[in-house]
C-alpha cells in the first residue's frame, strides 16, 4: 500500500516550458487536492477535485490547469512555466466522509 | 491576505517543556481546524484536529483548545521530546474543503 505518490521528485524548468506532476493514490479516496508550499506561506490550495471527472479552482489557481480522468491519479499541468511557479508542490487525497488529508513525498519544482 | 494567521513563525523549547502554538481566523465558515505536522522533505501529516462543538481535544501528549468566540484555537504539546522538532502548521476548513493553512511554526525542543 503506497498511499500518495508523485511524479517526478525534483525537476528544473526554463521559464516558458511545459510540465505535468503526476498524483496517484492507492487508497481509494473520492478527494484529491494540489498544493504549494512556499517559505512563509504555508501550504496554499491550487486546485482540487471531490470525485472523478470534476475539479475546483483553489486559492492560487492561475498558472495551473488540473484533470482527474481516472479516480486514482489526479494531474497539475504548467502550461508556461514562471519564476514565481519555483515552489514545493504537494498532493494530498481524503476519503469522502473523512477530512483527513494525506499527503504525497512531494515535487520540487524550480524554474529559471 | 492569509486566512489562518499563526504564530510564533518558530519555537525553541527544553526537552520536557511545553510548546504552544498559537492560530487565528476570520471566516466563521470554517468548521474543522485540523494541525498538520511536517519533517524535513516530507508531506504534512495529520497530527490532531477538532470541530467546534467542542472546546478541547486531547490527544496523548497533544491537545487543541479551542475559542469559538475569539476565532482562535492554540496546539499544546506537553512533556516536549526531541522527537517533536518539526513544522507545524493549523489549518481551517469550511464544508467544501476548500482547506486554508497558517504560514507554519519550527519547532526545536533541545535535549
Known amino acids: 500500500n503506497a498511499g500518495v505518490t508523485q511524479t517526478p521528485k525534483f525537476r528544473v524548468l526554463k521559464t516558458g516550458q511545459s510540465m505535468t506532476l503526476l498524483c496517484a493514490q492507492d487508497?481509494?479516496?473520492?478527494?484529491m487536492y494540489w498544493y504549494r508550499q512556499d517559505p512563509g506561506m504555508g501550504l496554499r490550495l491550487i486546485h482540487y477535485?471531490?470525485?472523478?471527472?470534476?475539479?475546483a479552482k483553489g486559492e492560487v489557481p492561475d498558472g495551473y490547469n488540473v484533470s482527474r480522468l481516472k479516480k486514482q491519479n489526479f494531474l497539475l499541468g504548467l502550461e508556461s512555466a514562471a519564476p514565481s511557479q519555483t515552489s514545493v508542490y504537494f498532493c494530498?487525497?481524503?476519503?469522502?466522509?473523512?477530512?483527513?488529508?494525506?499527503f504525497g513525498p512531494g515535487t520540487r519544482l524550480t524554474v529559471t | 491576505q492569509q486566512q489562518v494567521k499563526q504564530s510564533p513563525q518558530s519555537l525553541i523549547v527544553q526537552k520536557g517543556g511545553i510548546s504552544i502554538i498559537n492560530c487565528a481566523y476570520e471566516n466563521t465558515a470554517f468548521d474543522y481546524f485540523p494541525w498538520y505536522q511536517q519533517f524535513p522533505g516530507k508531506g504534512p501529516a495529520l497530527l490532531i484536529a477538532i470541530n467546534p462543538d467542542v472546546s478541547e481535544k486531547k490527544e496523548g501528549r497533544f491537545t487543541i483548545s479551542f475559542n469559538k468566540s475569539a476565532k482562535q484555537f492554540s496546539l499544546h504539546i506537553m512533556d516536549s521530546q526531541p522527537g517533536d522538532s518539526a513544522t507545524y502548521f493549523c489549518?481551517?476548513?469550511?464544508?467544501?474543503?476548500?482547506?486554508?493553512f497558517g504560514a507554519g511554526t519550527r519547532l526545536t525542543v533541545k535535549p
Open positions: 487508497m481509494n479516496h473520492e478527494y
Open positions: 489549518a481551517a476548513s469550511p464544508p467544501h474543503n476548500d482547506m486554508r
Open positions: 477535485s471531490v470525485g472523478e471527472g470534476t475539479t
Open positions: 494530498a487525497s481524503s476519503p469522502g466522509q473523512s477530512r483527513e488529508q494525506y
